[in-house]
């Protein structure tokens, strides 16, 4: 599936669309992703730093992506999700790489990093199983 296609089913769904990122790559395990910041997004007003369920939904969009980057008729189901939070999220753009780890004929595991500056300075890393319908 090219990345412009992806894109195209990204702005369908509404909540994506309200996350504002966009895709950077996409194959057939894996997918990368780019937030801008955005005053919506904040979590603590005094430090503009972000809310960390604006962090796991970005890392979940992302994920889900890496398993169903199609869209199909049937999307794939969060059905469990663990996320650490490892530094703050500060003001700029947050990128998310989601690397599924295995895909069987009914449940998906993905493992997500996020971060801003490097990978190497992780600002959460996560892992979300997903229910294939």
Same mark, same amino acid.
């Not at 990345?3 to 990204?10: E, K, P």
């Given at each position: ?25 996409? !194959?057939?395990?894996? #997918?990368? /992703? ?7 997004? *904040?979590?603590?007003?005094v430090m503009e730093h972000y809310h960390g369920g604006i962090i796991a939904s970005f ?32 003001? !700029?753009?947050?990128? #998310?790489? /989601? ?7 009914? *449940? ?26």
């Amino acid at each position: 599936m090219d990345l412009q296609a992806v894109s195209m089913n990204v702005f369908r769904v509404p909540f994506f669309r309200f996350l504002n990122f966009d895709i950077q790559e996409v !194959g057939e395990f894996h #997918a990368k /992703a780019e937030m801008a910041f955005d005053s919506r997004h *904040i979590g603590n007003p005094v430090m503009e730093h972000y809310h960390g369920g604006i962090i796991a939904s970005f890392m979940e969009a992302t994920a889900a992506i890496a398993v169903q980057p199609d869209f199909a008729e049937v999307p794939v189901k969060p059905i469990n999700l663990t996320v650490d939070y490892l530094r703050p999220g500060m003001k !700029g753009p947050l990128t #998310a790489h /989601a690397t599924v780890t295995r895909k069987g004929s009914r *449940i998906a595991s993905v493992r997500v990093l996020s971060w801003q500056a490097s990978p190497e300075k992780s600002v959460a890393e996560g892992l979300y199983h997903f229910l294939l319908v």
